[in-house]
């Protein structure tokens, strides 16, 4: 059982996060991590901004294979795709949860009416942030979310419904656009990375391993996703960006705020060393704020051109 150490003195950690203000800019990014009621409230008493849950995946004629997940030159390699519990199953889950107001629900579907119905029965629960994951790079019905069927789906959901929706996107593959689109159509902000698609050759067999395109995450990814933020930001996207990908430390963390994100998501690090590093994490924040006499929010976007 790890003992969770409470902050001492509390420095300005909160952050604007949509129609809400988050304790602390760090956020649990939908993983396994984020699949169990019992590891979702560890998280939460570790005192996160907020948590995403394993991603729901609303087209059920889907099977869930439950794929690998190894660790592969300094990250980590997987295939796995969605959560293995349906909607209604997240929805008694979510009915358990103390302090459900720091969950963020991630959904998938390439039907709207299908997102729509998922965001409402979501919002009887409380849930009023939803993260829309289209961009599993183990999931090639991913495919068709190009920029106009993003525009699509968007303009329908957010005519529909009342949630705050977050698009998570990959840092590669017409990102710009793909967020432009999503902002057009309603979006209130973006996640971007998943993991980067990639495949892994294995010489033994001589196959791909998973048969298939699969996802890298941790570290080695970090340089991808920050130069996918700043050409977001280049391109003057408006709205919230969360950063994701390669977090391992707290200069990792401080980097994405100066380039420009409202907060960040962290997956394989806890992943590979345990939620621990996360309680650390964010006390170790907390001192350099203290430290330097600032406040979380007046180093946002500061990096110079
Ligand atoms: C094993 C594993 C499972 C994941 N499952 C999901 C998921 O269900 N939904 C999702 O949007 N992202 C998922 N991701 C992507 C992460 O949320 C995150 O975007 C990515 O790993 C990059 O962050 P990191 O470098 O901190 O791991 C998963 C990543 C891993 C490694």
Same mark, same amino acid.
């Given at each position: 059982m790890v003992s969770i150490k409470k902050l001492k003195e509390k420095a300005f950690l909160d952050v604007e996060f949509l129609s809400r203000k988050l304790k602390n800019p760090i956020i649990i990014a939908a993983s396994p991590l984020t699949e169990r009621v019992e590891m979702i409230e560890k998280l939460i008493s570790c005192d996160v901004g907020a948590i995403v849950i394993k991603t729901i995946q609303l087209d059920c004629q889907k099977t869930h294979e439950k794929g690998f997940i190894k660790k592969y030159n300094n990250g980590l390699i997987n295939s796995t795709t969605y959560s293995e519990d349906d909607l209604s199953a997240w929805i008694s889950k979510l009915k358990l949860?103390?302090?459900?107001?720091?969950i963020i629900a991630s959904i998938y579907s390439t039907s709207s009416k299908r997102i729509i119905h998922a965001i409402n029965c979501l919002s009887e629960v409380g849930i009023q942030d939803v993260e829309l994951s289209?961009? +599993?790079?183990?999931?090639?019905? +991913?495919?068709?979310?190009?920029p106009l069927k993003i525009y699509g789906i968007m303009k329908e959901i957010t005519l529909n419904c009342k949630a705050n929706i977050i698009i998570k996107i990959s840092a590669i593959d017409d990102f710009v656009n793909k967020a432009k689109a999503a902002i057009d159509g309603g979006a209130s902000a973006i996640c971007i990375s998943d993991s980067i698609p990639v495949v892994k050759v294995d010489l033994n067999s001589k196959s791909l391993e998973g048969s298939c395109i699969i996802g890298y995450s941790g570290s080695p990814i970090k340089p991808i996703v920050q130069r996918a933020i700043y050409e977001l930001i280049k391109h003057k996207v408006k709205v919230p960006i969360i950063g994701v990908g390669g977090i391992s430390c707290l200069e990792d963390v401080l980097e994405y705020l100066h380039l420009g994100c409202c907060a960040v998501q962290i997956c394989s690090w806890p992943l590979v060393e345990g939620y621990k590093v996360i309680n650390e994490l964010i006390i170790q924040l907390n001192d350099w704020c203290l430290k330097n006499n600032t406040r979380i929010t007046d180093i946002i976007g500061t990096i110079k051109d």
């Open positions: 949860i103390k302090n459900a107001d720091r289209i961009s +599993c790079p183990s999931d090639s019905d +991913c495919q068709v979310f190009n």
